[in-house]
């Protein structure tokens, strides 16, 4: 069974910082295609940056510059370094894991950790 725990949350000042980590269990992690997503109260869910199994990386604009997402495969973990934190970023923040074949795909979310930045 494969399973995505995430951690780091909580509520933070503008302008500080958060890292989010996300272990992944039950599975080959470093085959992976791994990202981020964050849903605020009342909107969609969003890509926020990923990181693929070459370790190729993709963020949103709204938070390049100041967030790095990192795995370690190893650790079977994905982190988000999450710097000059903006209300404008707070969202439950969710893990995601893709691996996709040439006829199969594999789609897996972990229950969300919550981030608050508020002064």
């Known amino acids: 069974q494969v399973q995505l725990v995430e951690s780091g949350g909580g509520l933070v000042q503008p302008g500080e910082s958060l890292r989010l980590s996300c272990v992944v269990s039950?599975?080959?992690?470093?085959?992976?295609?791994m990202g981020w997503y964050r849903q605020a109260p009342g909107k969609q869910r969003e890509l926020v940056a990923q990181?693929?199994?070459?370790?190729?990386?993709n963020y949103a604009n709204s938070v390049k510059g100041r967030f790095t997402i990192s795995r370690d495969n190893a650790k079977s973990t994905v982190y988000l370094q999450m710097n000059s934190l903006k209300p404008e970023d707070t969202a439950v923040y969710y893990c995601?894991?893709?691996?996709?074949?040439?006829?199969?795909?594999?789609?897996?979310w972990g229950q969300g950790t919550p981030v608050t930045v508020s002064s």
């Open positions: 995601n894991a893709v691996l996709t074949g040439w006829n199969t795909k594999y789609d897996y």
């Open positions: 039950g599975t080959i992690f470093s085959i992976y295609d």
């Open positions: 990181v693929t199994s070459g370790t190729s990386t």
